[in-house]
């Protein structure tokens, strides 16, 4: 009979502060893309930090939710004054051609 020698490993979870939390959803609502932060943090998933947004959006109530509303309509503007600012420069290429 051979005796099977069984390790146990043991896993230890990672524990983030309430800080890193909250900075990591602050990138979130600054614009940076999940995955490049979850990449960047050294977290397994953009599962977590969703998880993290969703907890502080409920903590904080309207505040988080209007910040976010406002974080999405100012994307939106920038979007729509670089589509502005690419019209006026092939308009600038254009009259400089026919100078």
Do not use: C
């Not at 043991?10 to 600054?30: G, H, I, N, P, Y």
């Not at 932060?37 to 907890?55: C, P």
């Not at 109530?61 to 209007?66: D, E, N, S």
């Not at 309509?73 to 100078?99: G, M, P, T, W, Y």
């Amino acid at each position: 009979m051979i005796a099977k020698s069984t390790k146990l490993v043991s896993t230890k979870r990672r524990q983030f502060t309430d800080e890193f939390k909250r900075d990591a959803v602050q990138m979130l609502l600054d614009g940076h893309s999940a995955p490049s932060i979850a990449e960047r943090l050294g977290l397994s998933s953009t599962t977590q930090l969703y998880r993290w947004k969703k907890s502080q959006l409920e903590v904080n109530g309207p505040v988080a939710t209007a910040l976010d509303a406002r974080v999405i309509q100012l994307e939106a503007e920038l979007r729509r004054v670089e589509r502005e600012r690419d019209i006026l420069k092939k308009a600038l290429a254009i009259f400089s051609r026919s100078e």
